[in-house]
């Protein structure tokens, strides 16, 4: 359904390349917690079958690094298309009636993120004031909602940019 190529869906203009950068900046950083949490996941399980000692709140650590790492990459997931899209159903379909689903799905992607930031500070203020942490390295856990909230505005302001930016465009 996706009648973008991945670099036209980041814009061509300098506000759309600043966007683009910061969601790539965003999933690098998420790629890099996610290979410190297989490190630290495979020392932790050496550590348990070698000496019987493994590393302390390893399900804890997986557990937010997880959480941050799936919100950093949505950004650059969405300016990639990367989404999964059932073509069941659009495989027969014009082009023309490709791209008005995708400035539906664009519409769609934008009220998403609006919400789920919306959400996500409400919650994270809960989680911040309730002094919600881990049950074994005591870790404040507000700190994820925050990653999500951010990482939830910059898709929101991708999507608004490509609404914006190629709305009016020919394709």
């Known amino acids: ?27 690098l950083v998420g790629g890099l917690i996610m290979l410190a949490l297989a490190t630290m996941t495979v020392v932790s399980i050496i550590g348990r079958a070698t000496i019987g000692v493994s590393v302390e709140g390893d399900y804890e650590l997986v ?29 027969g379909c014009k082009p023309s009636t490709l791209r008005i689903l995708d400035k539906v799905a664009d519409v769609l992607f ?7 930031a919306w959400r996500l500070t409400v919650s994270g203020f809960e989680s911040r004031d309730y002094f919600e942490q881990t049950m074994i390295l005591s ?14 505005v910059l898709m929101g302001l991708c999507s608004l940019h490509k609404l914006v930016f190629f709305w009016g465009q020919p394709k």
């Open 1 to 27: 359904m996706s009648a973008n190529t991945p670099n036209q869906s980041a814009g061509q203009d300098a506000v759309g390349r600043g966007l683009a950068w910061v969601s790539r900046q965003f999933a």
């Open 63 to 91: 557990e937010l690094g997880l959480a941050a790492a799936v919100f950093l990459f949505l950004p650059e997931c969405y300016l990639k298309q990367g989404h999964v899209v059932v073509d069941l159903f659009t495989a």
């Open 110 to 116: 934008l009220i998403v993120a609006v919400v789920l």
């Open 139 to 152: 870790m404040p856990m507000w700190w994820v909602y925050a990653v999500g909230v951010i990482c939830m």
